[in-house]
Structures are given as C-alpha cells and as structure tokens.
C-alpha cells in the first residue's frame, strides 16, 4: 500500500514541470513567422586612423632612438591639435633586423627597422585631414584607415526596431490578404541582429603643395533584424 502512495505522490510532483513545458503563446489559427529588417541612415561622427613611425639604423639601439624621438614628435602635433590623450593609444611596437639577400651567400645583416603605431581616434571628422598632415610632417611615416563610426548608435537602432516591426507587421498582412485572413495576436518577437554597416570612407590625399588631405564621411546604414510570429484568424 505504502508503494502505491509514493508513486501516486510523485506523479503529483511531476505534474506541473510537464505542464511548464507547453509554449506561452500556442496560435489557435494559423501561425505565420516573418523576418524583417529595419534600417537608418546617420552620418559618422568618429573617426579612427592608426598612425605610425618606422626607422632604419645600423644598430637596434639607434633605430629605437631614433623612432622614439620621431614618435614624441607625432605625439605632441596630437596635443597640439587638442586630441584628449584617452584618444590616443599604442598598438604596436616592434623591432627587426634586416638582412641583404645574395645567391649562394649567407644573409648579410645590415642593420635594424624600429616600429612604433599608435591608434587614434577624432571626434572632429573635419580637423581630421589637416592633423594627418601635421602627423606626416612630424615624422609619421605609415597612415593606415580611416575607420568611422557612429559613437551612440542605440537611438538610431531604436528607430530601426520600430522600423522592423513595422516591416514585419506590413507583411503579415499582405500574406493574410492573400490567404483570406486577418492578422490577429503577436505570438513572439526575436531580434536576430542589429548591425552598424561600414561606410564607404575616403581618405583624399592631394598631391598639390597648398591641398589638405580629407576624410569624406558619407553615411552609415544601421539595421535591426526581427523575427515575429502572428496568429492568423
């Protein structure tokens, strides 16, 4: 007797995990699932470049002074220029010796290549060019980039949810036309991906004595992905 008790009570324990494990929001009609996309349009209002200074000298102590000497010199057209120092950040810092190459000889060293990058970032896109140019003036001699970005996207992005759903909710109803329905609750809304897409960014450097190098920002497209499920009735 006491065995069919216990059995009868852990049938009653396990009765409600079963019962949790049912869907929240089950359709009673059709269920339609729909992904849709929302995108914005904003300008960049960061840019990033990585500025460098290589150096040669017939020795490693001498190619490293040299390229710190040369790097101190980037660095302070950088504060002159009223770039905040949390802008400014190392990236690499290398050190190599060279060789010269001849046929059925051994490699000849002839002295060593210092390296020293930095990555930095403007929040004036328009002084941008122009500190470039002070930087290659000073002594950087490795321009890489630019990267831009938009620094608080969330608004943006925000807009662009809106935008989804509105996407999503405009194509359920095309379907339910075309099915002889109407659209009816909102079982579940997913995002599946907001993203930030890269520009096309142009870095304009002119060959003329009095031009400026330029950055021409463009636009940036952020778009948010949503996947909603409707009950059609």
Do not use: C, H
Not at 5 to 25: E, G, H
Not at 32 to 43: S, W, Y
Not at 113 to 120: F, K, L, Q, S
């Amino acid at each position: 007797m006491m065995r069919y008790v216990l059995m009868a009570a852990a049938l009653m324990l396990a009765a409600p995990a079963v019962a949790q494990s049912a869907p929240a929001q089950a359709a009673a009609g059709t269920r339609l699932d729909v992904v849709a996309t929302g995108e914005v349009r904003r300008a960049p209002d960061i840019v990033r470049i990585n500025a460098g200074v290589v150096t040669q000298a017939p020795t490693a102590v001498e190619a490293i002074r040299q390229n710190a000497a040369r790097m101190e010199r980037v660095r302070a057209a950088l504060r002159r220029a009223g770039v905040a120092e949390r802008d400014v950040q190392t990236s690499s810092i290398s050190l190599n010796p060279d060789y010269r190459f001849a046929e059925n000889r051994a490699p000849e060293l002839t002295g060593y290549r210092a390296g020293n990058e930095v990555n930095v970032r403007f929040r004036d896109i328009a002084s941008s060019g122009p500190i470039i140019d002070a930087l290659v003036a000073e002594g950087a001699n490795q321009i890489n980039g630019p990267t831009l970005e938009i620094e608080r996207p969330e608004t943006a992005l925000d807009e662009a949810r809106v935008l989804a759903l509105a996407n999503a909710r405009a194509r359920a109803e095309l379907y339910a036309r075309a099915l002889g329905k109407r659209v009816g609750r909102v079982l579940f809304v997913s995002e599946t991906g907001a993203a930030q897409g890269p520009p096309m960014p142009m870095l304009r450097m002119q060959a003329e004595r009095d031009a400026a190098t330029q950055i021409v920002p463009g636009e940036q497209v952020l778009g948010v992905t949503l996947t909603v499920g409707f009950e059609l009735e």
